[in-house]
């Protein structure tokens, strides 16, 4: 009796831990609503600091559940998609990262201009915070879009849209 | 790199699902595989060919021409 109790038990605990794959699309747009929420709120009540947080938290939630879908086939083909398209997007980003970064430090270390002859000392133009979350925004929006377009682009190249005869 | 997965499929009567399953990857992979668009690692190809009870070489056929061309 109490053997089979917890092979019962055994067996509903394997279950619960298991998790499908469209359960687990569903926690995460629940969750996507619960961020847009509180990034709604944090800026009603100026605390940024509960965005970045819940953002962390949110990442680390979806990460543990999808750990738990069973019905997840990824073999080395996607891995390698992935793979290529992060790298891809990779090097296109540090190098515009860079090119801002190296303006930027020209900026902060106030690099005279040419001719020498109408050299004039001002203070360096620094980006505001404003202006910086502008430019952050962008850059994320790029990192999105070309992380998006190379993995439709590797995504094509090794045939995941392919036709069959069969 | 050329393969005759199309080739024992039928021979053994599998679909491309099945063999899929049987080595745990997707059926596109199969399929990719199979079309040439995707040169599996070398653990998959010999997944694929224990599968079907045959030396890698029989399943999967090095394809000198494309080296020739690289070469030139």
Same mark, same amino acid.
């Given at each position: +009796? *109490? /053997?089979?109790? =917890?092979?019962?038990?055994?067996?509903?605990? $394997?279950?619960?831990?298991? !998790?499908?794959?469209?359960?687990?699309?569903?926690?995460?747009?629940?969750?996507? #609503?619960?961020?847009? /929420?509180?990034?709604?709120?944090? /800026?009603?009540?100026?605390?940024?600091?509960?965005?970045?947080?819940?953002?962390?938290?949110?990442?680390?939630?979806?990460?543990?559940?999808? $750990?738990?879908?069973?019905?997840?086939?990824?073999?080395?083909?996607?891995?390698?998609?992935?793979?290529?398209?992060?790298?891809?997007?990779?090097? /296109?980003?540090?190098? @515009?990262?860079?090119?801002?970064?190296?303006?930027?430090? +020209?900026? @902060?270390?106030?690099?005279? %201009?040419?001719?020498?002859?109408?050299?004039? @000392?001002?203070?360096?133009?620094?980006?505001?915070?404003? !202006? *910086?979350?502008?430019?952050? =925004?962008?850059?994320?929006? #790029? +990192? @999105?879009? =070309?992380?998006?377009?190379?993995?439709?682009?590797?995504?094509?190249?090794?045939?995941?849209?392919? %036709?069959?005869?069969? | 790199?050329?393969?005759?997965?199309?080739?024992?499929?039928?021979?053994?009567?599998?679909?491309?699902?099945?063999?899929?399953?049987?080595?745990?990857?997707?059926?596109?992979?199969?399929?990719?595989?199979?079309?040439?668009?995707?040169?599996?690692?070398?653990?998959?190809?010999?997944?694929?060919?224990?599968?079907?009870?045959?030396?890698?070489?029989?399943?999967?056929?090095?394809?000198?021409?494309?080296?020739?061309?690289?070469?030139?």
């Amino acid at each position: +009796m *109490m /053997v089979t109790f =917890l092979r019962q038990n055994v067996i509903y605990n $394997k279950q619960r831990d298991c !998790m499908k794959k469209n359960s687990f699309y569903l926690i995460c747009g629940c969750i996507a #609503l619960a961020l847009l /929420v509180i990034f709604w709120y944090s /800026v009603e009540v100026h605390i940024r600091f509960l965005a970045e947080i819940s953002f962390i938290v949110a990442i680390g939630g979806i990460y543990l559940l999808r $750990k738990k879908v069973t019905d997840f086939v990824e073999d080395e083909r996607t891995a390698r998609i992935t793979e290529k398209a992060a790298l891809r997007t990779f090097q /296109v980003f540090w190098v @515009i990262f860079c090119a801002f970064s190296i303006g930027a430090v +020209m900026q @902060i270390l106030y690099v005279p %201009t040419f001719p020498r002859e109408h050299l004039e @000392i001002h203070a360096p133009e620094l980006l505001g915070p404003r !202006m *910086m979350g502008y430019f952050q =925004l962008a850059l994320l929006c #790029l +990192m @999105i879009f =070309l992380y998006v377009g190379f993995r439709i682009y590797y995504a094509r190249k090794y045939g995941e849209w392919e %036709t069959d005869e069969e | 790199m050329k393969n005759k997965i199309k080739v024992f499929r039928a021979m053994h009567d599998m679909t491309q699902e099945d063999l899929a399953r049987a080595i745990g990857v997707t059926r596109q992979t199969i399929l990719a595989i199979e079309k040439g668009k995707y040169v599996p690692s070398l653990d998959l190809a010999f997944r694929i060919s224990r599968h079907f009870q045959v030396n890698i070489e029989e399943v999967f056929v090095y394809d000198e021409t494309v080296l020739t061309v690289t070469a030139d």
